[in-house]
């Protein structure tokens, strides 16, 4: 069965610095985002992405983060300058329609230091 | 927006032992989803259940989309259930809308 998959498993940086986390979407996928999860927190919604631009992003999302998709699989989020508060669960989800299922990757676990 | 929410906020169960976990939401939507995040924080999709009954082994969900609220049931436990079990819906009816999460039900199966 298809899956999300999601590179690396887990991220430890020093803050500062750029991280890129990555994600392949299911192939036949069209609708791409990206949820974070504070340790002990809700899943919150960050960006979502359609037909290679952002379709709505949350106020999370700042400045200091940027979504890619640089070829027809990957789908890649970017923080150009992490600071302790971004250290959290990053999950990728994708679907074939809008506002229908979203499958969701095992997610990445990010660490600031 | 939209708002989730879950009851209970955290379950002890005897290995064995059946579960109800409760969902409710404050629009009507077109989609709802149950996921299961295990200790190790992946999040494994149960049910994509917008309206009506399903089933999956020992797990089954209900959605009544006309009373809002989605129910997951879970029968005779395992030690492996345990977890935390969130519901998300769309924020808003139509297009590219993001899921919206509750803040779950921890379950914990105790052998």
């Known amino acids: 069965e298809p899956e999300v998959t999601q590179t690396p498993s887990h991220q430890v940086t020093q803050m500062g610095q750029e991280v890129i986390l990555r994600c392949v979407p299911i192939?036949?996928?069209?609708?791409f985002y990206w949820y974070r999860q504070i340790l002990g927190q809700k899943v919150e919604f960050l960006v979502s992405?359609?037909?290679?631009?952002?379709?709505?992003k949350s106020e999370i999302f700042d400045d200091q983060f940027s979504v890619e998709r640089p070829d027809g699989s990957n789908f890649t989020l970017k923080i150009r300058s992490t600071k302790l508060e971004d250290s959290a669960m990053y999950f990728c989800?994708?679907?074939?329609?809008?506002?229908?299922?979203?499958?969701f990757g095992p997610g990445t676990r990010l660490t600031v230091l | 927006g939209i708002q989730v929410e879950q009851s209970p906020p955290d379950l002890i169960l005897q290995e064995g032992a059946n579960s109800t976990l409760r969902c409710n939401f404050s629009?009507?939507?077109?989609?709802l989803q149950w996921f299961h995040q295990n200790p190790w924080g992946q999040l494994i999709n149960l049910f994509y259940?917008?309206?009506g009954t399903k089933q999956n082994g020992r797990l089954s969900a209900t959605t009544v989309a006309t009373e809002r609220y989605s129910l997951l049931y879970i029968s005779s436990s395992q030690t492996t259930d345990s977890g935390v079990y969130f519901c998300?819906?769309?924020?808003?009816?139509?297009?590219?809308?993001?899921?919206?999460f509750g803040k779950g039900t921890r379950l914990s199966v105790i052998a």
């Open positions: 989800a994708s679907g074939v329609l809008a506002g229908n299922e979203q499958f």
């Open positions: 192939s036949n996928h069209l609708y």
């Open positions: 992405f359609y037909n290679n631009e952002i379709s709505e």
């Open positions: 629009d009507s939507v077109n989609n």
């Open positions: 259940i917008p309206s």
């Open positions: 998300a819906a769309p924020g808003s009816w139509g297009g590219n809308t993001p899921l919206v």
